[in-house]
């Protein structure tokens, strides 16, 4: 790894004696549309951490130029490892970790910095997390509601060393903010295409090394599985038009992650290889 000199901002900490530094780590590849937004949302921060893997946009001009530490890793080992990397190069007495398409608003910044203040017997906290597909908020189906733990006391945890879908795994005592992070998780249709290629693809990877077996009819059976999961049980239906694309969406990266692992599998004739180029 590398580090890119900072530029002014919240690189260095206060010396405010006493109060409990925070930390924000964000891992990036070619984010210029959107990390400006996350790093402005985190003014409370004492210090910002931006690992990332080649970018060839601006996102390390513009992390630079918001006051973010910037090291550049030439390798990609995966989700939970390289956020790890930022844990690691953070030096705050608590971890806030945000991804490049999620951001803070106003009360949850509040929120964060009273209960760092006064944590209790907490190490960790998890925050409830809106998500948006195409602009438009998911309020139901398997996305809603959707807690995840991002605010932790360093040296408490660490992150699942696993190439995606990464967790938090936390040593203590957890609570629970009220005030959700926002999520531009799609933010378009070619959108949803490249993280279906890329999360089934990594996906496909992990169950061949795993050594399980799965048919391209099996494959299709979970999908089904997941779509009917999505929009019925989870009520994805309540979402109208939303509803239906998010539960398509879980459904088609639920196949092609179970039938992309085999480059001999067809589907209706077509061949699962030749699809994902």
């Known amino acids: 790894?590398?580090?890119?000199?900072?530029?002014?901002?919240?690189?260095?900490?206060?010396?405010?004696v006493g109060r409990s530094k925070i930390s924000v780590i964000v891992i990036t590849l070619d984010e210029e549309?959107?990390?400006?937004?996350?790093?402005?949302?985190?003014?409370f921060a004492d210090e910002i951490i931006?690992?990332?893997?080649?970018?060839?946009?601006?996102?390390?001009?513009?992390?630079?130029?918001?006051?973010?530490?910037?090291?550049?890793?030439?390798?990609?080992?995966?989700?939970?490892?390289?956020?790890?990397?930022?844990?690691?190069?953070?030096?705050?007495?608590?971890i806030f970790s945000l991804d490049a398409d999620e951001w803070v608003e106003p009360p949850l910044a509040a929120e964060?910095?009273?209960?760092?203040?006064?944590?209790?017997?907490?190490?960790?906290?998890?925050?409830?997390?809106?998500?948006?597909?195409?602009?438009?908020l998911v309020r139901y189906g398997s996305w809603s509601p959707d807690l995840v733990l991002r605010l932790f006391r360093r040296g408490t945890?660490?992150?699942?060393?696993?190439?995606?879908?990464?967790?938090?795994?936390?040593?203590?005592k957890m609570g629970r903010l009220a005030q959700p992070m926002e999520h531009d998780c799609i933010t378009?249709?070619?959108?949803?295409?490249?993280?279906?290629?890329?999360?089934?693809?990594?996906?496909?990877?992990?169950?061949?090394?795993s050594g399980m077996k799965c048919s391209t009819i099996k494959a299709f059976r979970r999908s089904i599985w997941t779509y009917f999961y999505c929009y019925i049980i989870r009520r994805g239906i309540l979402d109208g038009?939303?509803?239906?694309?998010?539960?398509?969406?879980?459904?088609?990266?639920t196949y092609w992650k179970w039938a992309s692992y085999s480059k001999k599998e067809t589907f209706f004739g077509i061949s699962v290889e030749r699809q994902l180029k």
């Not at 590398?2 to 002014?8: F, I, L, P, R």
């Not at 390390?60 to 080992?77: F, N, Q, S």
């Open 1 to 16: 790894m590398s580090s890119v000199n900072a530029g002014e901002g919240h690189s260095s900490f206060s010396n405010d």
């Open 33 to 43: 549309t959107c990390i400006e937004r996350c790093l402005r949302s985190v003014t």
């Open 50 to 94: 931006v690992v990332d893997n080649g970018s060839t946009d601006r996102t390390r001009e513009i992390a630079l130029k918001l006051g973010a530490r910037v090291i550049l890793t030439k390798d990609w080992p995966g989700f939970g490892v390289q956020k790890n990397r930022a844990l690691d190069a953070a030096t705050g007495d608590w």
């Open 112 to 136: 964060i910095e009273a209960v760092v203040a006064s944590p209790g017997d907490c190490v960790g906290f998890e925050i409830p997390r809106r998500s948006r597909f195409c602009g438009h």
């Open 157 to 172: 945890a660490r992150f699942s060393n696993v190439p995606v879908h990464e967790k938090v795994i936390l040593n203590g």
């Open 188 to 209: 378009d249709l070619q959108d949803a295409h490249k993280k279906i290629r890329l999360y089934s693809s990594i996906s496909a990877t992990s169950i061949r090394r």
């Open 241 to 253: 038009p939303t509803g239906i694309l998010v539960a398509g969406y879980a459904a088609s990266n």
